[in-house]
């Protein structure tokens, strides 16, 4: 199956930085989702865009839904030790729902206090 | 408190031996889904469930079988594990899978490391 692209894989900033990471694929998405995974637990929602060119904010977080629906950025704003995790994109396909989630690799980001 | 519990949280096994990892959720949602996770490859549904004796294959179902007889409870069986079904599983569940405009958050459980000797 489709895997989408993530980058980067890992990220090691100082606390404090601002982060940057997106997804790409080859084929359009209806919608994109990004998640957190703290270490040993299962991933949890932090964003979703529905439409291309949106742009939606959750606290310091940052996500935006590419004009082509081909991509989609997460930024995240001065951050601090407990954003370390592993960050995961999602995109649901055209013509399909949420049974056909397609996730990214993940990009494993480390925060030195 | 709304959760999806999964059991065993960790098992080693030996190649051949049949297994079921169990899902549950109290949220009375209709749909739930099992991904495999692995490094590098991010997660990789498994199946997934639309309603109760609902289900069909996901994008890694080759190895795996599954049954809703519950709206509860989907688990994942294993009638005869290899070493390459070595990985992180997780249940997940929404109360639908989506609607226009907007989606059914998917809530996950909080994973069963399988490892396959």
């Known amino acids: 199956g489709q895997q989408l692209n993530q980058s980067p894989q890992s990220m090691f900033i100082q606390e404090g930085e601002d982060v940057s990471m997106n997804c790409t694929s080859s084929s359009i998405f209806n919608t994109w989702l990004w998640y957190k995974q703290d270490p040993g637990e299962g991933p949890v929602l932090l964003i979703a865009l529905y439409k291309a060119g949106e742009l939606t904010s959750n606290g310091r977080l940052t996500a935006q839904f590419g004009i082509t629906r081909k991509d989609s950025f997460l930024n995240i704003s001065a951050s601090i030790p407990s954003d370390v995790g592993i960050y995961f994109c999602?995109?649901?396909?055209?013509?399909?729902?949420?049974?056909?989630?397609?996730f990214g690799t993940g990009t494993r980001l480390l925060v030195s206090p | 408190e709304a959760q999806v519990t999964q059991n065993p949280r960790y098992l080693i096994t030996v190649t051949g031996k049949k297994l079921t990892v169990t899902c549950s959720q109290n949220m009375n949602h209709e749909y739930m889904s099992w991904y495999r996770q692995d490094p590098g490859l991010g997660l990789r549904q498994i199946y997934y469930s639309m309603n109760v004796e609902v289900t069909d294959k996901g994008d890694v179902p080759e190895g795996y079988k599954v049954s809703r007889k519950e709206k509860r409870n989907f688990p994942l069986i294993l009638e005869s594990p290899s070493p390459n079904q070595t990985s992180l599983y997780f249940c997940?569940?929404?109360?639908?899978?989506?609607?226009?405009?907007?989606?059914?958050?998917?809530?996950f459980g909080p994973g069963t490391r399988l490892t396959v000797l």
């Open positions: 997940a569940s929404s109360l639908g899978t989506s609607y226009w405009g907007g989606s059914y958050e998917q809530f």
């Open positions: 999602a995109g649901q396909r055209v013509n399909t729902g949420f049974q056909k989630l397609v």
